[in-house]
């Protein structure tokens, strides 16, 4: 398979730092602006640079696409990446609705292609372990998860963290992965669903 990475930000040069595999190849990137995605390729040795979404995504040998873009963005994304009959594995949040989970999973079903969140906890192999460990040990009914997650974010950084525009605050940022956690070892699904958090004067959740 061909990949091709939408968005030359921070979190595509991971993508592409540990992407290593002999069963496919790292093929393209695109940026809004060709200058950009040419370093990009340059830096990490990538064949094919394009200076717009569109134009790679009508690149016929593509059979895949990672989007590194902003959260705000990856819905918008998606669905340009499915409508060129690509499949997709979307940074997290892979949206920032349940109305636009719904509507990508449909396209993504009508046109026959993978959508897949670039969940953490997801594709490290210590989580299905742990969920083995636990079914073998049998040590019991699960009664309580508690993830506290934090980390420190600047309001006068340049990333995403503070911008509502960006959809960032800390939920996005790193509460999905709290989330994420929980719902991989409950064993049964939540019947209530309570949420709390203290808004920044930015506009977004802080905690």
């Not at 999973?105 to 460990?133: D, R």
Request: aromatic share 12%; proline share 4%; net charge negative.
């Amino acid at each position: 398979m061909k990949w091709a990475i939408l968005g030359a930000g921070n979190i595509a040069n991971d993508f592409a730092r540990y992407f290593k595999t002999e069963r496919a190849e790292l093929y393209a990137v695109a940026s809004r602006s060709l200058e950009k995605a040419t370093a990009f390729a340059e830096k990490h040795r990538i064949p094919v640079a394009y200076g717009s979404y569109e134009e790679m995504l009508a690149d016929e040998s593509i059979d895949a696409v990672y989007i590194a873009t902003p959260h705000s963005h990856h819905y918008e994304h998606i669905k340009l990446c499915l409508g060129a009959g690509k499949h997709v594995f979307s940074e997290k949040v892979m949206v920032t609705s349940r109305k636009q989970l719904d509507e990508v999973t449909q396209l993504a079903t009508e046109k026959n292609l993978y959508l897949a969140e670039a969940m953490t906890i997801f594709h490290v192999p210590l989580y299905p372990q742990l969920k083995q460990w636990i079914t073998n040990q049998d040590l019991g009914k699960l009664k309580y998860i508690h993830v506290p997650y934090a980390s420190v974010r600047h309001a006068d950084s340049p990333m995403y963290f503070y911008k509502p525009e960006l959809a960032g605050g800390a939920l996005f940022d790193i509460g999905t992965y709290a989330l994420t956690f929980a719902l991989t070892f409950l064993t049964s699904p939540p019947t209530n669903i309570l949420t709390f958090g203290d808004i920044h004067e930015a506009g977004v959740d802080e905690t």
